[in-house]
């Protein structure tokens, strides 16, 4: 994508979205980076689900602390990995209240040093609840940067240099919700849904996508040569 694009890209995302917010459900900084480290390899929507009960009788570190490993694994069991989830969990609590007064830091270096929470975990949290311009690059990311052009890279450490060096400033804090939901609802992996899309005239990989399906559609519609020999 050139570098003239990118500003028109993220307006045009904007103009569909005016305030994105992540789907994760959550009321206190806390909740969310509990959220966040349940979230992995699992689906927002089943994270919700599991949090609402859990959320409803423990909201801060020392309730979860309270519940044990035995009341905490039942209240997240239908979450995937539960077991590593909930010592991570436990761990993280017992680490807020010793070393954070019971509450979530708001720098990365404290956040990486919780169990369970990685780089991307923090990303979230440092974005979401304190309003840094961080890019938590999660397999929607990583698909939309490389597809689009927008920020290439053969890992996601690449994908989130590229990012912070391109988007402009104006985009920086909602550019990592603009760019999941997009990946999530429309830039999809298996059939990017480009009929619904409002940036493709921006996108490197639309030209291609849109001549493969027309090619697909015509090879359809005409009759197999030995079709046609048998008639």
């Not at 045009?12 to 206190?28: G, V």
């Not at 570190?61 to 009341?71: E, I, S």
């Not at 905490?72 to 590593?84: D, F, Q, V």
């Not at 939309?144 to 400033?169: F, I, K, M, W």
């Amino acid at each position: 994508m050139k570098v003239a694009d990118i500003e028109p890209f993220f307006a045009t995302l904007k103009a569909t979205n005016p305030e994105p917010e992540t789907e994760l459900e959550y009321t206190n900084v806390f909740e969310l980076l509990a959220a966040v480290l349940l979230s992995a390899q699992a689906t927002d929507v089943g994270v919700n689900k599991a949090t609402r009960r859990l959320f409803a009788v423990a909201n801060t570190p020392a309730k979860v602390l309270a519940l044990g490993l035995d009341g905490l694994t039942e209240h997240i069991r239908t979450i995937g990995l539960y077991r590593t989830k909930a010592k991570n969990l436990l761990e993280t609590c017992r680490l807020l209240i010793e070393r954070h007064g019971g509450r979530v830091p708001g720098d990365r270096e404290a956040l990486e040093a919780l169990p369970g929470v990685g780089r991307k975990t923090a990303n979230v949290v440092l974005n979401v609840a304190f309003g840094l311009p961080t890019m938590a690059v999660d397999t929607h990311i990583f698909r939309v940067s490389n597809r689009t052009g927008l920020a290439p890279g053969r890992n996601p450490r690449e994908v989130e240099d590229q990012l912070l060096r391109r988007v402009p400033p104006a985009y920086l804090v909602d550019a990592h919700h603009w760019l999941i939901l997009h990946g999530r609802y429309v830039c999809q992996a298996r059939r990017p849904l480009c009929e619904q899309c409002a940036v493709t005239r921006w996108c490197d990989a639309f030209p291609a996508i849109a001549q493969g399906r027309v090619a697909a559609t015509g090879a359809q519609r005409s009759p197999a040569p030995s079709a046609v020999r048998d008639r």
